[in-house]
């Protein structure tokens, strides 16, 4: 069974930088796309971040983490990680990350098959 574990969270000021990985067990790491979601208090919860197989070669980031978020993933380590910087207030939420059965980056929630439970990033002055 595909298990996945997250993280890295926690608080830091507006502008500052932090990482959250994520590490996935029991399965072939290499053949999934990995996924980073998130979700605040009251909203749906919505995508940050994804890359493919290939790594840099296919990633996807939603418009309001553009340049500022990075994904990569590490397939001998079985880890994926998203670096954020810059960071904003709104950018506060519950990170998730998922797995896909999928050979490039996608964004839709409901092709993501396996996920982990989360960790929280406050973003606060």
């Known amino acids: 069974q595909v298990q996945l574990a997250e993280s890295g969270g926690g608080l830091v000021q507006p502008g500052e930088s932090l990482s959250v990985s994520c590490v996935v067990s029991g399965g072939t790491f290499s053949i999934y796309t990995m996924g980073w979601f998130r979700q605040a208090p009251g909203k749906e919860r919505e995508f940050v971040a994804a890359?493919?197989?290939?790594?840099?070669?296919?990633?996807l980031y939603a418009d309001s983490v553009k340049g500022r978020f990075t994904v990569y993933r590490n397939n001998d380590e079985s880890t994926v990680t998203l670096r954020m910087n810059s960071l904003k207030p709104e950018d506060t939420a519950v990170y998730y990350c998922s797995a896909a059965r999928r050979v490039t980056a996608i964004m839709d929630r409901d092709m993501y098959s396996y996920w982990g439970r989360g960790t929280q990033v406050t973003v606060s002055s």
């Open positions: 890359i493919g197989w290939s790594g840099a070669g296919s990633t």
